[in-house]
Antibody, heavy 123, light 113 residues
Framework: EMQLVESGGGLVKPGGSLRLSCAAS????????LTWVRQAPGKGPEWVGR??????????DYATPVEGRFTISRDDSKSTLYLHMSSLKTDDTAVYYC??????????????WGQGTLVTVSS | DIVMTQSPDSLAVSLGERATINCKSS????????????LSWYQQKPGQPPKLLIY???TRESGVPDRFSGSGSGTDFTLTINSLQTEDVAVYYC?????????FGPGTKVDVK
């Protein structure tokens, strides 16, 4: 069974940092293009960024609001995806989902979602 | 960024009737190289992550009932739910994956009349 399990969420003060993890199972992890999507309370989903497979170049792309503050990385040996978040703002408060796509959609059509981890940025 | 808009914001449909949701992108999401529309639809119920219904604008995801269908091309798209069931009560989102950043519409809430 394909599964994505996020962890690392919690309460953090504005300006602080946090690292989210996503453990994958049931996939050939190294082949995956992986994406973080977040959803603020009562709002729609927001694409945060993606990381390509190493065969696909291993590069990352980010949404403008998080560019320069968030970093996506992966450890294929551990089948784990990471989201390093720094300079956090109250607007970053959201449930963060780890996701994978329908093959050959460039990380776009999101087929698998984790259960999400809540990040709350508040003083 | 490509801006996605949806209409209506919400609708209530009688059980067994048709629900139609519209999605518009601020620029075309039709890729000339493969003639595919880079557009997907999701269903989200409270407390759950979104669920993929449709991709490539009209390809139904495996396991999705055939009362769900997607249509449209370029900048204008439609999600149709034929014969609405109680389990279809949810918020529906469209999303473009034509260009980074991939963007979602604001959502349409579907309820039973």
């Amino acid at each position: 069974e394909m599964q994505l399990v996020e962890s690392g969420g919690g309460l953090v003060k504005p300006g602080g940092s946090l690292r989210l993890s996503c453990a994958a199972s049931g996939f050939r992890f190294s082949d995956l293009w992986l994406t973080w999507v977040r959803q603020a309370p009562g709002k729609g989903p927001e694409w945060v960024g993606r990381i390509k497979s190493k065969n696909g170049g291993g590069t990352t792309d980010y949404a403008t609001p998080v560019e320069g503050r968030f970093t996506i990385s992966r450890d294929d040996s551990k089948s784990t995806l990471y989201l390093h978040m720094s300079s956090l703002k109250t607007d970053d408060t959201a449930v963060y989902y780890c996701t994978t796509d329908v093959p050959f959609t460039g990380g776009g059509a999101i087929r698998h979602w984790g259960q999400g981890t809540l990040v709350t940025v508040s003083s | 960024d490509i801006v996605m808009t949806q209409s209506p914001d919400s609708l209530a449909v009688s059980l067994g009737e048709r629900a139609t949701i519209n999605c518009k992108s601020s620029q075309s999401v039709l890729h000339n190289s493969d003639s595919k529309n880079y557009l997907s639809w999701y269903q989200q119920k409270p407390g759950q992550p979104p669920k993929l219904l449709i991709y490539w604008a009209s390809t139904r995801e495996s396991g999705v009932p055939d009362r769900f269908s997607g249509s449209g091309s370029g900048t204008d798209f439609t999600l149709t739910i034929n014969s609405l069931q109680t389990e279809d009560v949810a918020v529906y989102y469209c999303q473009q994956y034509y260009t980074i950043p991939f963007t979602f519409g604001p959502g349409t809430k579907v309820d039973v009349k």
